[in-house]
């Protein structure tokens, strides 16, 4: 079956723009889990969305980061004036009430 | 607040060599402990998890992770490893049941035939 599925797998974009990362669950997974992977501070939590209950937003490093979760499915997470300390790989994962997480491959994200 | 320590950053191994790889955490409340496999360019996958019961747990592909409550450790090991065992391999813990994940730095195996 299908898996997370997150887009792009790539984005290279200048210092100072936006940019919008996209994360498709696992059908049926009412959870869902940002994450960020860098060289100096390897795997962050980023936020949790659970259900309908209000989002764990505890590990957003910044106000200029932010994501959103519609109709409990697709989720968005959004960088607001990139900075070059934002380059890493953003990783979503996903799982059913009390179960494990499932990841996807991530999106490798470079700020020139 | 918790915390998980992975005490080797890269493990060189030979093929067909036993491995350990070492795992302990720290937390003032019950966690969940958990073993992720990221191979180059993908995503993470579960090897193995311990909630409750048996301290062993095992996984089909030969791994197999011993909870240590007294030493608050969770080593992950394997009798002989494969070539394709090369990968980097983090252990997490989430407190209180299913939750957000709280990582180690991550351990580098490094499978040499």
């Known amino acids: 079956g299908a898996g997370v599925s997150q887009s792009p797998s790539n984005k290279v974009t200048e210092k100072g723009k936006d940019v919008e990362l996209r994360c498709d669950p696992i059908?049926?997974?009412?959870?869902l889990y940002w994450y960020r992977q860098s060289l100096g501070q390897g795997l962050e939590f980023l936020i949790y969305f659970q259900g309908n209950s209000a989002p764990d937003k505890s590990g957003l490093p910044s106000d200029r980061f932010s994501a959103e979760r519609t109709g409990g499915s697709v989720s968005t997470l959004t960088i607001q004036r990139t900075q070059q300390e934002d380059s890493a790989v953003y990783l979503c994962a996903s799982s059913f009430p009390n179960q494990p997480q499932h990841f996807g491959d991530g999106t490798r994200l470079s700020i020139l | 607040a918790q915390s998980v320590t992975q005490l080797d950053s890269q493990v060189p191994v030979f093929e067909e060599a036993p491995v350990e790889l070492r795992c302990n955490y720290s937390s003032s409340v019950s966690v969940y402990l958990f073993w992720y496999v990221q191979y180059p360019n993908q995503g993470l996958q579960l090897l193995l998890k311990?909630?409750?019961?048996?301290?062993l747990v095992k996984s089909i592909n030969g791994f197999e992770a011993e909870f240590n409550k007294s030493q608050t450790s969770f080593h992950l090991r394997k009798p002989s490893v494969h070539i394709s065992d090369t990968a980097e391999y983090f252990c997490?813990?989430?407190?209180?049941?299913?939750?957000?994940?709280?990582f180690g730095a991550g351990t580098r195996l490094a499978v040499h035939p």
């Open positions: 997490a813990v989430t407190p209180g049941g299913y939750n957000k994940l709280i």
């Open positions: 059908s049926g997974h009412t959870a």
């Open positions: 311990y909630l409750s019961g048996s301290t």
